[in-house]
């Protein structure tokens, strides 16, 4: 019963987010803008950081962990894309922040705090040899109604391998993830941004869209925080999507910088939000 309560709110938070990619069918993904971000002149009330008031439902975490076995929810099959997604598409300042490779538990619960405290909701590709081991960590994610997305389960370069290995590293993912979140994926992204035919085809018969990301944050370079804030604060624009990391080494940077830039897109009256799968 604690889980349908838990599902009820995550779904309610879903329902206001953007709706991404509007075209749907198979095809051309959005083109990537490049221009830089319009600035507002002046910040718009009521756009700074709201009080959290929901708490978690603590009972869910208290049930005794299950191995993961088959999937729960049959997957609903999305129509085979040539392109991944690249940012959102319709009006509004929206923007999407997603963060890949974890879950860590030295990076990824100082980010989920920081979503909290400004009452924020993101995406997490996360690789399922992480994630079995922390799956605390997806159930927060739950807890906290961010998207938990597909990037396979020890991050190769999918491009390099066969068929049936592209779908051991996918398939055995979402296992994990249904297991832990609660729900299986309804997006992926190929490690590297290594995309190709079957790539598509797998992550589409197993019910996912294809993200990519607008804005690379290049944070793994561990160029440090300023330089992330920097990047991400230019590259602010309606509708783009942001890559950084919270796993795949020292992300201490990417944790600081976060603190930093949220506040800032949020006072530039951007609204961070998820994106909504309407072909669901
Ligand atoms: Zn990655």
């Known amino acids: 019963m604690k889980k349908d309560q838990l599902f009820t709110r995550r779904r309610m938070l879903i329902a206001g ?5 509007a075209a749907g069918a198979a095809g051309t993904a959005r083109v990537l803008t490049a221009e830089p971000a319009a600035r507002p002149a002046s910040v718009p009330l009521g756009q700074g950081p709201q009080l959290r008031t929901a708490l978690k439902p603590s009972a869910f975490r208290l049930q005794p962990m ?6 729960r929810h049959r997957p609903v099959k999305t129509a085979v894309r040539r392109e991944p997604i690249l940012q959102m598409s319709g009006s509004g300042r929206r923007m999407v922040l997603t963060f890949d490779d974890g879950p860590d538990p030295r990076y990824t619960p100082h980010i989920l705090s920081t979503l909290r405290e400004y009452d924020v909701r993101a995406m997490f590709f996360v690789c399922g040899e992480m994630a079995v081991d922390n799956k605390d960590l997806l159930r927060e994610m739950a807890d906290d109604g961010h998207i938990v997305g597909n990037h396979t389960w020890t991050h190769p370069q999918l491009t390099e391998l066969s068929r049936s290995a592209i779908r051991r590293e996918i398939e055995r993912t979402c ?10 994926p309804a997006w992926f992204r190929a490690p590297y941004g290594a995309w190709n035919r079957n790539t598509f085809k797998i992550g589409a018969e197993l019910g996912m869209e294809p993200l990519a990301w607008t804005v690379d944050s290049l ?5 440090g925080t300023r330089t992330i804030v920097d990047r991400v604060e230019e590259g602010a624009a309606p509708g783009v999507v942001i890559l950084s990391h919270d796993a795949g080494g020292d992300r201490s940077q990417s944790v600081r910088a976060l603190r930093e830039y949220l506040p800032h897109l949020l006072d530039s009256g951007y609204h961070i939000t998820v994106p909504h799968r309407k072909f669901v």
């Open 17 to 21: 987010a953007a709706v991404l990619g």
């Open 66 to 71: 299950a191995g993961y076995g088959p999937p």
């Open 175 to 184: 296992e994990v993830i249904d297991d832990a979140y609660g729900e299986p």
């Open 219 to 223: 944070d793994w370079t561990t160029p």
